[in-house]
């Protein structure tokens, strides 16, 4: 079974820059897609960005320029990069992983990132 460990959060100031990471243990092979979602108190949960293996990587098109991820295959490990923050980009940021295509997801325990203004 897939454990998921994630980066601690922390709080950052408005313009400043924040990355999180997302390590996958457990399994013997590369996961399918690693990727995160995002929930701010009172919102619904919204997706940030997403890593397939061997394809393009993919922001919301409401981040991109400021949120970017990348991944290590080899050590499944992705990480989401984030500059240039905002009071609203204050959330709980969720990994999760798909092990394979078609797959079902499996989730870290969430990562508070708070930015103040």
């Known amino acids: 079974q897939v454990q998921i460990e994630e980066s601690e959060g922390r709080v950052v100031q408005t313009g400043g820059s924040l990355r999180l990471s997302c390590a996958a243990s457990g399994i013997s092979f590369t996961l399918y897609e690693m990727g995160w979602y995002r929930q701010a108190p009172g919102k619904q949960r919204e997706f940030v960005a997403r890593a397939p293996l061997d394809e393009d990587t993919y922001s919301s098109p409401f981040l991109v320029g400021r949120f970017n991820i990348s991944r290590d295959n080899a050590e499944n490990t992705a990480y989401l990069q984030m500059v240039n923050l905002k009071p609203d980009d204050t959330a709980k940021y969720s990994c999760?992983?798909?092990?394979?295509?078609?797959?079902?997801?499996?989730w870290g325990q969430g990562t508070q990132g708070t930015v103040s203004s």
């Open positions: 999760y992983v798909v092990l394979r295509d078609g797959g079902s997801w499996s």
